[in-house]
């Protein structure tokens, strides 16, 4: 474990106090950090510097700090969890920065998400395209057997990599028209491959489809930036699905 | 004997459950849409459990303190879930699972509760591979199993490594379905205050909007926690950040007893703490050791060089290493239960063998599994563990061993719940890790999933009519009713005192003072002396906290440290609890491991004459000693041994 020190480093960081309030970026040092630090501790040292200064300290979203639970949501110094790949932003480390380096930490920047707080943001859009549709319609209870629904690996394999998703908001947050196709895209192509919802496929397609263009997220121009930025690597193979699965739900209208 | 009425029905152990489902009330479905029923936390257990009872009919409204159901910690669990199936055709059954998961709890659960856990396991995968869950699959088509820690069968079911992720998901569509259709009325981003107790029925609860730091009430016919377990209070935990016992706590200082809160999880293969500055945390999965060997130098002066760098790893030949684990259990060897792991590699690490610069880490190594199988292998079973860990750690671990380290991850104890899974508050439930119920004195792999569904599925949908079918008279709960008012009001002025403080010091400070004390004195291993000095300094820890604490923000806006500042509140008192409890209890059983009561070969070592009970604890102020109460545990079916990994 690498123990080089960055002896002062400087974020530049979005402060706003509340969603409607005026926002702007406020620079800070903080010094002494060690390289095997994550990202977000490092804010954690920073914040603490703050309260002790007498100072707001930064409110940003975090929660499970080993990159699945898709709460982190910062976007550094121009991409969406930062300049290392295939990671969220609290499994980002100190090494990929350098000594004397303005680190620049943005909120995701999309209408359908608005600035709660800072660095924190509104994604109960994400939350609405889901009751949309982002399930197959079973009660508790009355199922058959889980080997009576037999599967082939490859399906199931293709599945869970669109089931991977974590909901975190980057594909959106790096789109040039802030669309949110990926992430309804893993939703529909997870259930596309599978027998369980193949029955409502056509109703699940349109409804989320329609709820995602309903709540102000942009269109899709295929320039795949999403697909970079997703710190689960979910590929925009899905969106291609997503879009056939969409047409023949039109077209059997 | 027992004060405590745990409602475990009579009869045969295999017809308990059947024979009591067919004895409990049933509510009918034009009144089940009368009766609201609040649900806090939306992990596995509560966002199973507010998807059926909603499907079922009742009204729910459910809360979660993260912006979605989807962010709970259920969704970090990586290696899978039990059921016994026996898809497989190895011999498993209702019975082997009851049995493997009575005893690897040391003896210490209750026999009833754990047989109906194994019965409804086969429902769980059922139900989940409806809603879609992608499950790893064999090439026919059938649903795959892997073998897990301390068993003889292959029932674990998986997605990956992402096995929790998968069922939370499955769990969270159930529940955006009843969104949808306005069964369930979701409140994200708001964090239970307190539970509101009329005429000695839990009725509700207050809440705060994390957002805009509003105060607001919410009633209810009945009130079910699910919010997790209390891992956090060491601060250094696997846990994530926001996990928090502050539910279970507030419902325990309204009476609902606290039970085994010593039993806690110290998983052996986490990455170790690295420097002063660390937040969190990261396990590494216990499939891991299936293929990894774990050792320290044999020569003290190695350890000393390598914690200085002086050398690395692979410097040291095979005859310099000391795979302590394999040397002292030949049987188990690295496969040993989670617990026996993590002393042994405390032990190594306290007798100077440590191998990183804190000396706190041992190595587990996969140059002879490579070696064996070849690197490709290794990649496949393990490729996405080991990416992560060089992610953090920046160390190859093809090439170099991993170094690990014990870390807290999970908490048998919680709130004493009956067989219904009602705690002492009449019409307060508590499902998942937030209860007691189901594990002893230490959880097996893979069964954490196994229970939190169980739980929200198939456990409390039955169980709760029996209380509600009392209650279809009682028309909506009033929440201007002086109990409500009484309950916000204290709910307020508990947060404009840790506001207005005013001190030095952030919140965090405490906490890791906090957590300092407890894994020193609380931890791995406890003694007498030790858990008094812990019990004595917590006391003195609080004062500080409540003299010194610096909450900066607003009280009306979004403001983590006031967040914080309320949990760690309620850490610093059940800190105290857990090392009363583990004081009383003078045996070393499962996770807790008292040095007193040791084998001469430094095995833990059970007392069945003084403490085969659940130590459930009554509160009576913060700082008044509690009450104990004991729930005998009683074997009726299975034979109380000692555990030996020899």
Known sequence: ?253 | MSDLNSKIPSGPIAEKWSNHKAKIKVVSPANKRKLDVIVVGTGLAGASAAASLAELGYNVTAFCYQDSPRRAHSIAAQGGINAAKNYQNDNDSVYRLFYDTIKGGDYRAREANVHRLAEVSPNIIDQCVAQGVPFAREYGGTLSNRSFGGVLVSRTFYARGQTGQQLLLGAYSALNRQINEGTVKMHTRHEMMDVVVVDGKARGIIARDMVTGEVKRFGAHAVVLATGGYGNVFFLSTNAMGCNASASWVAYKKGAYFANPCYVQIHPTCIPVHGSQQSKLTLMSESLRNDGRVWVPRKKEDAAKLRKGEIKPNDIVDEDRDFYLERRYPSYGNLVPRDVASRAAKERCDAGFGVNKEGMAVFLDFKYAIQRLGRDTIAKRYGNLFQMYEKITDVDPYKEPMQIYPAIHYTMGGTWVDYNLMTSIPGLYSLGEANFSDHGANRLGASALMQGLADGYFVLPYTIGDYLGGEIMVPKINTNLPEFEAAEKAVVGRLEKLFNIKGKTPVDHFHKKLGTILWDHVGMSRNEAGLKTAIEEIQKLRKAFYSDLLVPGELKNVNPELEKAGRVADFLELGELLARDALNRNESCGGHFREESATEEGEAKRDDDNFAYVAAWEFRGVDEAPVLHKEELTFETIQLTQRSYK
């Open chain 1, 1 to 253: 474990m690498a123990d080089i020190i960055l002896n002062k480093i400087y974020v530049k960081v979005w402060r706003q106090n509340s969603p409607k309030a005026k926002g702007g970026f406020e620079t800070y040092q903080v010094e002494n950090v060690s390289q095997g630090t994550s990202f977000l501790e490092m804010i954690d040292i920073l914040n603490d510097k703050l309260i002790l200064e007498g100072k707001d300290p930064i409110a940003f979203d975090h929660d499970c700090r080993e990159g699945i639970c898709g709460m982190c949501s910062m976007y550094i110094n121009g991409h969406a969890h930062g300049p290392d790949t295939e990671v969220t932003t609290c499994q980002l480390h100190m090494r990929k920065f350098h000594e004397g380096q303005t680190i620049v930490v943005e909120p995701w920047r999309a209408a359908a998400f608005p600035v709660i707080k800072d660095v924190m943001v509104d994604r109960t859009a994400f939350e609405k395209i889901q009751q949309a549709g982002g399930y197959v319609s079973v009660n508790t209870g009355g199922v058959p057997d889980g080997n009576v629904i037999l599967i082939g690996q490859d399906d199931a394999e293709e599945a869970m990599d669109a089931a991977a998703c974590i909901g975190c908001g980057a594909c959106v947050a790096t789109c040039k028209n802030s669309s949110a196709m990926l992430f309804v895209a893993a939703k529909v192509s997870q259930f596309a491959k599978l027998p369980q919802g193949k029955i409502e496929a056509k109703k699940r397609a349109k409804a989320m489809v329609a709820k995602m263009d309903e709540l102000g997220f942009g269109g899709c121009t295929n320039t795949g930036g999403c697909e970079l930025a997703c710190p689960k690597s979910i590929s925009i193979a899905h969106i291609a699905r997503l879009n056939r699965e969409y047409l023949s739900a039109k077209l059997a209208d």
